[in-house]
């Protein structure tokens, strides 16, 4: 079955760094566009960033700059490389998958920016 599993999360200063990191399996990666969302309590969940299959980002317009999504297409994993970090940037952190009608999440991961 699809498993998303992201790590990398935890507690950074204002302006520091994180990377974000999704390891999939459970279907051929390859073939498909790769997200990360973000959401606080109480908030809907905001698409943050994506890369098409073919390695082409998008991201929302608050990242653009600070934010570096990438893919690894042989170690089947997607990454967010997260700089600039700013207060409002905290949020959990969740890795998707569209694969025909079915979106599919990881647990999450929490990033938080505080000094």
């Known amino acids: 079955q699809v498993q998303l599993v992201e790590s990398g999360g935890g507690l950074v200063q204002p302006g520091g760094s994180l990377r974000l990191s999704c390891a999939a399996s459970g279907f051929i990666f390859s073939l498909y566009a790769m997200n990360w969302y973000r959401q606080a309590p109480g908030n809907e969940r905001e698409l943050v960033a994506s890369?098409?299959?073919?390695?082409?980002?998008n991201y929302v317009d608050s990242v653009k700059g600070r934010f570096t999504i990438s893919r690894d297409n042989v170690k089947n994993a997607v990454y967010l490389q997260m700089n600039s970090l700013k207060p409002e940037d905290t949020d959990v952190y969740y890795c998707s998958v569209q694969i025909i009608f079915g979106r599919y999440w990881g647990q999450g991961t929490q990033v938080t920016v505080s000094s």
């Open positions: 890369i098409t299959a073919g390695g082409d980002p």
